[in-house]
């Protein structure tokens, strides 16, 4: 089940097929009068991150701007003053006008739409979607519809396109509004690999964010033996933090190594003395942790000073130390190995003072007891 985060929908102005559509652009800033509402989900992980190896695979038409511009990290730019040889150059994904079948009949045939297939970085259940039509004004879509499917593997248009594969239905044709942050709580609670957006009949959309909860498929981690423990691939995820001032805490978890400060988690700077900052974490099950890594990259003059790292098993256990207050130095990874495996469910960050960290790794494996409880959580989810 869905249902939609949006306000003023054009079904409540039966009359008027333009109620949606943002004003003109007037001049200055052109996030101005961009429409948002509050989305508590934006908060879980993006499983359409390019970082987590999502991609756009396909679309029927994209000829004003490309597909791929829908998982661009940054919000999207508007150039008034930018033209091409197609038209106006839009910083999303745009297709051209549908038409009829001929003069008698020029608008397109009920049913008509244009579609894109996304590839989620990190399979998972989807509890929320973003469609986002930064800058389209007028020439956003009347609706949109999104389906999702599981398929393992690396398959592509033709294999996720074919008559067997089974699409669920996971927000129905829906009215959005231009230059909007169009949200949709997803309530269905399966796993799933890919999505297709789909744009009723036509038009642009900026930028397409698929938040949910990864649900790593326990066969391969088993495969794997020894594994980052605490990775967004893997199923590890943010639980909460003292402060997100600069930066998510979110991306402490990131695959690969960061690319630019902001890159990583950054508190603001901490003025009352005898408190320091913290940031929570929860494994996909429980595990034992055999080694740890943190990374200060990128951070020179505002990495944190001293970390510490505690965990606790189960979500009311007791918090114990597992990496004592530690000097760390700017720009640097650190390596952790440890005496004895930690077991555990969750684990706490703290940093002395304050300050950033890019990335941390806990290298593991999945205890007996966690790797049944992921295979039952997989199982569950249709997966």
Known sequence: MT????????????????????????GGDPYADYRITDLPFTGLVDLADRRLGAGVIAA??????????????ERAVFDPERFGHKGKVMDG????????????HPFPAPGEHDWAL????????????VVDTAHFRGNYPQRVSIQATAVEGSPGPAELL???VKWEEIVPPTPVRGHAANGFEITDGRRFT?????????????????????????SWLATLGT???????????????SDRFYSSPTQIILPGTSRKMDDGWENRRRRVRDTNDWVRFRLPAQGAVRAVEIDTAYLKGNAAGWIALHGRDGGTGEWFEIIPRTRLQPDTPHRFPLSAPAIVTHVRLDAFPDGGVARMRLHGSLTESGAADLTRRHREAGA
């Open 194 to 218: 890919h999505i297709r957006l789909c744009q009723h009949p036509d038009g642009g959309i900026a930028r397409l964010r698929v938040h949910g909860e990864v649900l790593p498929d326990p």
């Open 93 to 104: 994904w745009e297709t051209r006008r549908r038409r009829g079948a001929d003069a008698a």
């Open 60 to 73: 029927n038409d994209e000829f004003f701007a490309q597909r791929e511009n829908l998982l661009v990290r």
């Open 3 to 26: 249902f939609d985060q949006n306000e003023h929908r054009d079904e409540n102005h039966h009359d008027d097929p333009h109620a949606n559509d943002a004003a003109p652009y007037g």
């Open 118 to 129: 996304i590839r989620l970085g990190a399979p998972g259940v989807i509890r929320g979607i």
């Open 162 to 164: 074919a008559d067997d």
């Open 227 to 241: 594994f980052d423990l605490l990775s967004v691939l893997n199923g590890g995820s943010y639980e909460d933090a």
